[in-house]
């Protein structure tokens, strides 16, 4: 028996359009790749190119809790978003507002402790090397004003 379809699908504490293939509608949710989102339905038994709004309630349960923990279903340590964590030194992968914190609170430790990427961050500036001479000019301004009370002269 089929199931109903569903027009929107709650995955991960996120909504999902129900017409996406299951591949493109995990990729939606923050801290979930293309790759990772293929590697989850290979390994959880799924075709990747089905409407997640055919899934019924205990296939959306098993593809979210693949998405939560994708370690219980022998996905490879190298796909997962957090190794070797700085805190706890274990790895696991984060989604959505737990990734965004965990972001946060890396910046802001490097702003903290005034690392060179810290420091970079702090004033806006690129991070990873890039050069600066013709690139990253968008921000504060400097150069030659107008003056305003004098009119332009025609030649």
């Known amino acids: 028996m089929e199931e109903e379809f569903k027009h929107m ?3 991960a504490r996120r909504d999902v359009d129900g017409n996406k293939t299951i591949e493109n509608a995990l990729a939606d949710i923050k801290g979930v ?3 990772l989102s293929m590697a989850i339905c290979k390994t959880a038994g799924f075709d990747a190119e089905q409407k997640i709004g055919f899934l019924s309630d205990a296939e959306v349960v098993r593809v979210e809790e693949a998405v939560k923990d994708p370690q219980k279903y022998n996905i490879p340590e190298w796909m997962l978003n957090r190794r070797n964590d700085y805190e ?3 790895t696991v992968h984060l989604i959505e507002s737990d990734l965004v914190m965990s972001l946060r609170d890396d910046l802001n430790r490097m702003k ?5 990427k810290g420091k970079r961050h702090e004033v806006g500036l690129p991070v990873r090397g890039q050069r600066t001479k013709s690139t990253f000019r968008k921000g504060s301004s ?3 004003r107008r003056r305003r ?3 332009q002269q025609e030649r």
């Open 9 to 11: 699908v709650r995955i």
């Open 112 to 116: 903290k402790i005034r690392s060179y």
């Open 88 to 90: 706890t030194g274990e």
């Open 149 to 151: 009370g004098k009119p």
């Open 33 to 35: 790749g293309r790759a």
């Open 142 to 144: 400097v150069g030659v």
